[in-house]
């Protein structure tokens, strides 16, 4: 069954925030995925443009994976 992302969310010992994304007239979500509050991975793919917002969600995390 389908869930709708809303907000963070966790997973196991995951913390995973969604982050809007620009994909042209549409928008994607990315996630950034953090344990014990340290940021290890920023996956954002889809996507024609990093907003702002975006790149402050990614700040400090370990990887970055950008439109891969």
Do not use: W
């Amino acid at each position: 069954t389908p869930h709708l992302i809303e907000g963070p969310f966790t997973l196991g010992d995951f913390e995973i925030t969604p982050v809007l994304l620009a994909h042209g007239k549409m928008t994607t979500r990315g996630f950034v995925f953090s344990k014990n509050n340290k940021k290890l991975l920023a996956y954002y793919t889809d996507c024609q443009e990093v907003l702002p917002e975006a790149i402050a969600a990614a700040e400090g995390a370990e990887i970055l994976v950008l439109d891969a």
